[in-house]
Nanobody, 116 residues
Framework: QVQLEVSGGGLVQAGGSLRLSCTASATFSELVALGWYRQAPGKQRELVATISRGGQTIYADSVKGRFTLSRGDTGNTVYLQMSSLKPEDTSVYYC??????????WGQGTQVTVSS
């Protein structure tokens, strides 16, 4: 069982920045990927950004150039730096960890609200 501790989120004006962090209870060598998804009301959960154990980072097209996903020194923490935020980025953001057994674990969602 992998537990995910998340922090960050909140209310910001359009054009502003926020940072989310997520720390997994497992070591990064036990995970194949760590990242963030988001889900807006009435919509499906969608990938925001994820980083693989090998260091490959994937971003949703809608956030490329605005969001940056990075990994902490210990490897089991990821940071999502969100800049130039738009009202359409408003959503509940969920940290995701995929284990080496291809099991997905989810952190508690954190609300990000961008006002226009």
């Amino acid at each position: 069982q992998v537990q995910l501790e998340v922090s960050g989120g909140g209310l910001v004006q359009a054009g502003g920045s926020l940072r989310l962090s997520c720390t997994a209870s497992a070591t990064f060598s036990e995970l194949v990927a760590l990242g963030w998804y988001r889900q807006a009301p009435g919509k499906q959960r969608e990938l925001v950004a994820t980083i693989s154990r090998g260091g490959q980072t994937i971003y949703a097209d809608s956030v490329k150039g605005r969001f940056t996903l990075s990994r902490g020194d210990t490897g089991n923490t990821v940071y999502l730096q969100m800049s130039s935020l738009k009202p359409e980025d408003t959503s509940v953001y969920y940290c995701n960890a995929r284990s080496q057994f291809n099991i997905d674990y989810w952190g508690q969602g954190t609300q990000v609200t961008v006002s226009s």
